[in-house]
Each structure stands twice: as C-alpha cells, then as structure tokens.
C-alpha cells in the first residue's frame, strides 16, 4: 500500500528544506502571549471567571468567541492563540532539551504521559535517516517513574535506544489526553527550526523509514500534510455520535461542539475533496509551513475548548480554512504499512491539583 523508494534510493534522499515551499497565503505567523497583551487586562476577575469555567488556561491564554472566528481568516500576518501563552503556563523543558530539539531539522516524535504506554523502538530507518532525523518521546515524570520501575533507564546522552527521552514537568492540563495534544499538534512550537515532522502516537511503533516516508507521502504527492482516512466512519456528525456511545467524552460535551459545528455550518458530507470527510490521526506527517502551522494550531484551540477527540474537530478546521488544498488524504492500508499498532498498555494517570 505504502511504496517507498528502494533502500538504495533512500539512502540519497535529499529533502528540501528552503523556508517556505508551498503557500504564501500566510506570510508571518504571530502567536498571542502575556508578553505583548497583559493576562486578564480590562476586568481580571472576570477574565479568570471565565477562563476557570473552561479548559483555557495560563498554556493556552483564553481565546474569546470573537478571536475565535477571526482566527480562521486568512491574512498575510496571522496573529493566533497556539498554547505557551505565558512563561507560567507550564509544560517546561529543560534547556539541554531545548537545545537539542532547535538542533532538529527533521523530527520523529511520540509522548507518553502520566504512565501511559511503555516506548516501541521504530525499526525499518536508513542509515541516512539515522544521522538526519531527530526521534523524541515525551514523558513527564509518572512516566519515568513507571519505566524506571520497568528497567527502561535513560542513558548519560539522554536516550533509550533511538528514542531522545524529553521530560515536561508542569502538565498545564488535568487531562492526559489534552497534555498530549501539545507534542501531537503544536511540533512547530517544540521543534521550531525543523522543516518536517512525523507523530506517531504511543500505542503504534513506527516502521518505515522517515526520510522515505516524507518522500513519499509529501513530496510525491505535493502536499504538505499526510494523515489517515478514518477506518469506520465517514463523517464528523457520526463520529460524535461514536465518541458519546463509546463513552469517549460526555453527551453534554459533544453536543455543545457539535451544535456550535451545526451552528457554524459544518456539512454532514461523508466526503471532502474525494476522500473520506473523516480521519484518524494516530500518524501525521507534515512539512512545517506557516499554513500548515496555522491549521494545527487552530486544531489545538478546538481541543482545549470543545472535547479532546481531534478526530471531531480536524474535519471542521480544515473546512474552515478553505485554502489548505494540499492535503494528502491517505489510506488506512497506508497507515497500517507505518506503524505497527500495539494498542494501550496501561491507563494514564490523571494530574491531581
């Protein structure tokens, strides 16, 4: 399903990494924080009211109605909420951390919070993929502990096996799930010079070879974002429907998405741009553009205010921005052909305040 280059090939890919490749619908992105706008100006009582009855917080900054709908117009400067709102937000790495994630021009990355899932070692990469791609798992510290418990000791380097363990401290979230959004959607955020990124999520171990993965999923394709088809259903209203007899989220919290969807004139298509309307984002492979970058910021944003199930909210943000075309829309075939799926080990612990 998934053709790669042969091994020979592969060990010569050159990936373009010019600045900006595709659109220059967005010219310079400028993400909101407390450094230019102070936290709670006008009337901070009732900022903090409202920002305490939802998941907004010191990470996100609180992302009214208003700035919301302004969000998703397209203009050559625009200036978004895209989480690290403020120094106090939480989500803190250390500076050799830091340090060896700017390094990074190409990143492969995973996250396992609050002790969730044990770590898969990717298998099937290059050589030269070895020496050009980063591959970063993000625990916090139950994690560690739990691994530690297990024998998974990260080395002097900082390492366990290919993996560059990152340890967050200060989860801005109570939910484990919305922790992860932030590696999983904000990678531009994290890894802020490189030019491509590839998600995997904790239960899958990935088995392809990145650079080769790029090759054939972006630039073949000329797109700038690869994500799956979803395997079961073909529509977000479907979806929500799943999602509340799954017990995946509460009746009361889809449905305020939903309705606010409905509201916003969301279509019940099952199919957008001749692919399933629908998709699964345990991989996301992606170029690193300002548009790109907008798009998953926007998609951070709808996780924090509505339910942490991304696969409601992607459908609608890419609707919304109408000019994302180059999206590569692949098949779940595919996605079996780049992980090996392991399934959740263990549940992941809430934070306790």
């Not at 909101?32 to 009855?53: E, F, H, K, M, V």
């Not at 302004?70 to 050799?96: L, M, P």
């Not at 904000?186 to 010079?193: A, T």
């Not at 073949?220 to 974002?225: D, H, M």
Request: glycine residues 6%; contains cysteine.
């Amino acid at each position: 399903c998934l053709k790669l280059l042969p091994d020979e090939e592969l060990e010569h890919v050159e990936l373009p990494l010019t600045e900006e490749s595709s659109s220059n619908l967005v010219k310079r992105l400028v993400y909101l924080s407390d450094q230019g706008t102070p936290y709670g100006a006008g009337d901070s009582t009732d900022s903090w009211l409202r920002i305490n009855d939802t998941r907004f917080n010191l990470f996100t900054g609180h992302q009214t109605m208003d700035e919301r709908e302004k969000s998703f117009k397209v203009n050559e400067t625009a200036v978004i909420h895209c989480g690290f709102y403020s120094e106090n937000g939480g989500f803190k790495i250390s500076d050799e951390d830091k340090s060896y994630m700017q390094s990074c021009k190409v990143a492969v990355s995973t996250c396992a919070f609050g002790g969730g899932d044990d770590l898969y070692q990717p298998i099937g990469m290059s050589e030269a993929s070895l020496k050009k791609v980063c591959y970063v798992a993000f625990w916090d510290e139950i994690t560690l502990a739990a691994q530690e418990l297990q024998g998974n000791k990260i080395g002097d380097d900082g390492f366990i096996g290919k993996w560059r363990i990152v340890i967050v401290k200060n989860l801005p979230f109570v939910d484990q799930r919305l922790n992860g959004k932030i590696p999983k959607m904000l990678p531009h955020r994290l890894f802020p010079h490189a030019k491509y990124s590839i998600w995997v999520d904790s239960k899958s171990q990935f088995r392809r070879d990145p650079l080769g993965v790029i090759e054939a999923l972006l630039l073949r394709t000329n797109s700038v974002l690869a994500i799956s088809e979803h395997g079961a259903r073909s529509s977000v209203y479907d979806e929500a429907k799943a999602v509340v007899r799954k017990h995946k989220a509460t009746p009361e919290e889809v449905e305020v998405q939903i309705t606010q969807y409905r509201k916003d004139g969301l279509p019940a298509d099952k199919r957008f741009n001749g692919r399933k309307a629908l998709n699964e984002a345990s991989v996301i492979v992606r170029e690193h553009t300002n548009l790109t970058n907008m798009l998953m910021c926007l998609w951070f944003n709808e996780v924090v205010r509505f339910t942490s199930r991304d696969q409601l909210s992607f459908p609608y943000v890419l609707w919304r921005l109408k000019v994302v075309k180059n999206i590569n829309t692949f098949p779940v075939c595919t996605r079996k052909d780049l992980v090996n799926s392991m399934g959740h080990i263990r549940k992941a612990k809430p934070l306790t305040n």
